[in-house]
């Protein structure tokens, strides 16, 4: 079974550098639009058996526009599950001042989620956030399923797909983290193994 998940288009806070969490949202770009639209085209020919998205609007227009594109268009449920990483009093601020104010915390959340603390910002834990992501994926197991599609956003999909993939609490945002509009792959047939076949990829532009 293949699981497909999708980091939603570009936004207008992603371009000013701002935290969305959980509770902030702002509009899709132009350009992320046409990126949306390229993707669906790119996996127009695969039949989903379940289409999931988060049920903020970003990533819910996401989906849409992928589905848009579809062969064989599947009906999206939306779901709290993906939604992004609950970042209490981080959202809706700059990055840049954030990082400034507190600049070990900042490091940590990009590059070590072992020394991230997020009482500090009344924050989701790395836990909570990759938790419910997990849950979902399980429940899509038994359901005779052979290709899944999850649009939703990125702290979360990084930390969440590396969960599943075994890394260590340190190495879930150490390389990096998805680009907007980006396609990563795994694939399991027992629910415990995930095999990346592909990650953060971006080759359909």
Excluded at 23 to 38: K, P, T, V
Excluded at 40 to 65: E, K, N, T, W, Y
Excluded at 84 to 92: H, I, T
Excluded at 156 to 179: F, K, M, P, V
Aim: with cysteine; aromatic share 10%.
């Amino acid at each position: 079974m293949k699981f497909y998940f999708v980091r939603h288009g570009k936004t207008q806070w992603n371009l000013e550098g701002r935290f969305q969490g959980a509770n902030g949202d702002s509009s899709l770009l132009e350009e992320a639009i046409l990126e949306l639209e390229l993707l669906g085209r790119h996996l127009s020919d695969i039949h989903f058996d379940a289409v999931f998205s988060s049920d903020l609007p970003r990533a819910r227009h996401s989906a849409q526009l992928l589905m848009q594109e579809n062969s064989q268009p599947t009906a999206i449920t939306l779901t709290k599950n993906l939604r992004e990483w609950n970042l209490g009093k981080l959202e809706g601020c700059k990055i840049t001042t954030m990082t400034a104010i507190y600049p070990k915390q900042m490091d940590a959340f990009r590059h070590n989620l072992a020394l991230f603390k997020p009482d500090i910002f009344e924050a989701e834990t790395v836990y909570e956030t990759t938790h419910r992501v997990q849950e979902l994926v399980a429940s899509c197991q038994n359901q005779g399923f052979e290709n899944v599609l999850m649009v939703g956003h990125g702290a979360n999909l990084t930390a969440s797909i590396r969960s599943l993939l075994g890394y260590e609490l340190g190495d879930l945002r150490r390389n990096g983290g998805l680009d907007n509009a980006s396609l990563t792959i795994l694939e399991t047939k027992d629910f415990t193994h995930f095999t990346c076949l592909d990650w953060n990829d971006k080759s359909y532009l």
